[in-house]
């Protein structure tokens, strides 16, 4: 519980941590932003980063007068770290297959987090790989599955590019430009709470949608032929 409510403060109060952090670490603040930036894509037993609102806070972080973060320099580096975080993460997923995940060997992977990802996956196809950048979750889990669908990695690529160079864009320079308003730095904790609310409502509809199918699906069933012969 403990542990809960550490990682709660912490995402709640980015901008605090991640000002100490630069104080403590000066220009290796760059590294270790990369390498969570790209653990969080990468890594599918990490999706709980906060990559969203962590984007936004080093931007709200470089706007400030005097910060030493500069923020078209981490915008190019958090690209990268995307880019090849999602790359690693689809040959994962295609060296190892959907065989490796039936035969249990994948436990401490969530079914549930690779259906999400599936279901969001046929919906909108190789888009996933863009618009899945800006839902968490969904976000390190579809390039993994995009690899165990032998996605071809020119087409992979395209979309991963394309995804790794937005996400940071617009959050970064979102944070760059309106983290230092005075309403925003007054209630930085609300801003992040918007932004992950706003990040896990794709989730949230897809969930709902799914969940109203399903009751259709049932009333149908219960009001069929065999149910008014009965």
Partial sequence: MEFITTCIDYVLHLNKYLNDLVAACGLWTYLILFLIIFCETGLIILPFLPGDSLLFAIGALAATKGSPLNPHLCFVLLSIAAILGDTLNYYIGYLIGPKAYESGRLRFIKKKHLDKTHAFYEKYGGKTIIL???????????????????????????????????????????????????????????????????????????????????????????????????
């Fill in 132 to 230: 899945a950048r800006f839902v968490p979750i969904v976000r390190t889990f579809a390039p993994f599955v995009a690899g165990i669908g032998k996605m071809s990695y020119g087409r992979f690529i395209a979309y991963n590019v394309i995804g790794g160079i937005t996400w940071p864009l617009l959050l970064i320079y979102a944070g760059y430009f309106f983290g230092n308003l005075e309403y925003v730095k007054k209630n930085f904790s609300v801003v992040i709470m918007a932004i992950i609310v706003i990040s896990v409502l794709p989730i949230v509809w897809e969930m709902l949608v799914a969940w109203r199918q399903k009751r259709l699906a049932a009333r149908e069933k219960a009001s069929g032929p065999g149910a008014a012969g009965a």
